[in-house]
């Protein structure tokens, strides 16, 4: 732009020829070309700048685009995220109340194992006094059994002499009585006896001059059979009456 400034100004001072004009247009021209050729270069440059720029922008528009998507996927896992925070504090906080509930629990076992514990021990002692006092009536009642097998046996010796006894007592009896039939033995009770059962109704004077007894013993023996239910003894008048037959 400078060398065409020139160049009018030459002209106007009239100052230069044809030749000298055109070689300064071509200079000019020349000049023009490379200014042209410069511009060209600088606008290649500021269009590949400017297309870098748009793929810049576009680059970051994608990346703004995908940083969003990206964001707004975070702040949604942050959301999710804060969710099952509060549904695990709210886990936790249950939790919390069930431990506090479990160690309440677990206190109150531990209470109630002790108790029973203790109530073991007391009945573990007391079924040990139990087992001794067991024992020890065990050895008594052994001892009882003993005393008692040698009471048995001293019964038993005793039952055998009575009974013995009692068969000599018997065969005494059945002779006694077999005498009195015969009329063997004359015993004073049976003179009264025979007396009142010969005369069924009889008094005890009666009786007396029958038997020369005395009037005392007669007495005795009429008095034990009124006793006995066998006569009726009207003790005033002295009379007897026989009720049952009298056996000797």
Avoid at 124 to 132: I, R, V, Y
Avoid at 231 to 240: D, Q, Y
Wanted: charged letters at 35%; proline letters at 0%; hydrophobic letters at 35%.
């Amino acid at each position: 732009m400078s060398s065409v400034s020139d160049l009018l100004l030459s002209l106007k001072k009239n100052k230069t020829t044809l030749t000298e004009l055109k070689e300064a247009f071509n200079r000019s021209i020349d000049i023009i070309n490379r200014d042209i050729d410069s511009l060209t270069e600088r606008l290649e440059r500021l269009k590949n700048k400017l297309v870098e720029r748009q793929n810049t922008e576009e680059q970051k528009e994608k990346i703004v685009s995908e940083l969003e998507a990206a964001i707004s996927n975070l702040e949604r896992k942050k959301a999710q995220a804060e969710n099952e925070l509060s549904t695990l504090k709210e886990n936790e906080n249950k939790l919390n109340e069930q431990l506090k509930e479990l160690e309440s629990e677990l206190t109150k076992t531990q209470d109630e194992i002790s108790m029973v514990q203790d109530s073991i021990s007391k009945l573990t002692q007391a079924c040990k006094e139990k087992e001794n006092e067991i024992a020890k009536l065990e050895k008594e009642i052994e001892n009882i059994k003993i005393e008692h097998d040698k009471a048995i046996a001293s019964l038993r010796s005793k039952f055998e002499e009575e009974s013995n006894r009692l068969n000599v007592l018997k065969a005494k009896y059945s002779a006694l009585k077999f005498l009195i039939k015969k009329n063997v033995l004359e015993i004073p009770e049976l003179k009264v006896i025979r007396v009142i059962k010969e005369q069924k109704a009889t008094t005890i004077s009666f009786i007396e001059r029958s038997t020369s007894l005395k009037m005392s013993f007669i007495q005795n023996v009429v008095g034990g059979l009124a006793k006995r239910g066998v006569i009726e003894f009207n003790t005033n008048t002295g009379e007897i009456k026989t009720l049952k037959k009298i056996e000797i």
